[in-house]
């Protein structure tokens, strides 16, 4: 049974950091791509940010890109999402994905930028 647990979501304020975490279970973690999305309140779900498996290669959305850093411990099944430079229009719920017979996600994990 496939399970994504999001942790390290919390309040902050504007210009400060934090780290999400990802625990993965279920499935081989090292052979999928693993995404970062996230959901602002009344908003759709938007893509963050995703890592390739070998090569680890990595994309980000346009408004992450150069704060934000998605990373992997295959060897412990964990995703991160390192967040720098938080800003009041980084808060949403936040989750992680992957795609295998289907989509999955986890619960979330709400982060709130405000001072």
């Known amino acids: 049974q496939v399970q994504l647990v999001e942790s390290g979501g919390g309040l902050v304020q504007p210009g400060s950091s934090l780290k999400l975490s990802c625990a993965a279970s279920?499935?081989?973690?090292?052979?999928?791509?693993m995404y970062w999305y996230r959901q602002a309140p009344g908003m759709g779900r938007e893509f963050v940010a995703n890592?390739?498996?070998?090569?680890?290669?990595?994309n980000y959305a346009d408004s992450v890109k150069g704060r934000f850093t998605i990373s992997r411990d295959n060897a412990n099944n964990i995703l991160y999402l390192q967040m720098n430079s938080l800003k009041p229009e980084d808060t949403a719920v936040y989750f992680c994905?992957?795609?295998?017979?289907?989509?999955?996600w986890g619960e979330g994990t709400l982060v709130t930028v405000s001072s």
């Open positions: 279920g499935f081989a973690f090292r052979r999928y791509i």
């Open positions: 890592i390739a498996t070998v090569d680890i290669g990595t």
């Open positions: 994905n992957t795609r295998i017979d289907k989509d999955y």
